[in-house]
Nanobody, 117 residues
């Protein structure tokens, strides 16, 4: 399994970004993919999961601002992030697993998101 993230960048507070995670080696309809982030000096934080049947799960503190989705034909999972604040500055990773396997599952190299005015 390989995962490649993209879509990060520098944005201003209140702006939006959509991150992409291209998955190869497995199909999304038989796999679970999660997004997590790691801010400087902090541990990895689970954000969202999309299960093989397409059911999404989102960390409670992100409700209304972030959304996970996928495009099965392109084997890509997205994380739409709205109304970003400086606390969202982190490296964002996707992984082939759930919150429970956050530290052991295969993950990508990450994409940097910086939120600053």
């Amino acid at each position: 399994v390989q995962l490649v993230e993209s879509g990060g960048g520098l944005v201003k507070p209140g702006e939006s970004l959509r991150l992409s995670c291209v998955v190869s080696g497995v199909t999304l309809t038989t796999s679970t993919v999660s997004w997590a982030r790691q801010a400087p000096g902090k541990g990895r934080e689970w954000l969202s999961t999309i299960y093989s049947d397409g059911t999404p799960s989102l960390a409670a503190f992100l409700t209304g601002r972030f959304e996970i989705s996928r495009h099965n034909a392109e084997n890509t999972v997205y994380l739409r992030m709205n109304n970003l604040n400086p606390e969202a500055t982190a490296v964002y990773y996707c992984s082939n697993g759930t919150a429970a396997t956050l530290h052991s599952a295969t993950r990508g190299q990450g994409t940097q998101v910086a939120v600053s005015s």
